[in-house]
């Protein structure tokens, strides 16, 4: 099982931009899909973005466009770019690993500890 560990989430004005990081402890060069969700206050935990290892990627609707991910295998490392944020991103971030199947369904077993970015003025 590999682990993951998130970081670059922050506090934001309305339109500004960040960078997630999510590293994994091992290679992940065999994992077929890695995955952002994301967790509001009293709302449940929704995929944000995914990339598979042939660089095939999915995106919730309403950051399409403004959300970009990607992966560096090289660097058992996968990127979240985000800009034009609103407030309705405001969320705890997670990162998630495994197959495409278990993955975007949330249903993997391995998760980073979250990263919490909040955007107010």
């Not at 970081?7 to 952002?36: D, E, F, H, Y």
């Not at 944020?85 to 949330?106: H, I, M």
């Amino acid at each position: 099982q590999v682990q993951l560990a998130e970081s670059g989430g922050g506090l934001v004005q309305p339109g500004g931009s960040l960078r997630l990081s999510c590293v994994a402890s091992k290679s992940i060069s065999s994992i077929n899909t890695m995955a952002w969700f994301r967790q509001a206050p009293g709302k449940q935990r929704e995929l944000v973005a995914a990339i598979t290892n042939a660089g095939h990627t999915n995106y919730l609707p309403s950051v399409l466009g403004r959300f970009t991910v990607t992966r560096d295998d090289a660097t058992n490392a996968m990127y979240l770019e985000m800009s034009g944020l609103k407030p309705e991103d405001t969320a705890v971030y997670y990162c998630t690993a495994g197959p495409w199947s278990l993955a975007v369904y949330g249903k993997s077993d391995s998760w980073g500890q979250g990263t919490q970015v909040t955007v107010s003025s």
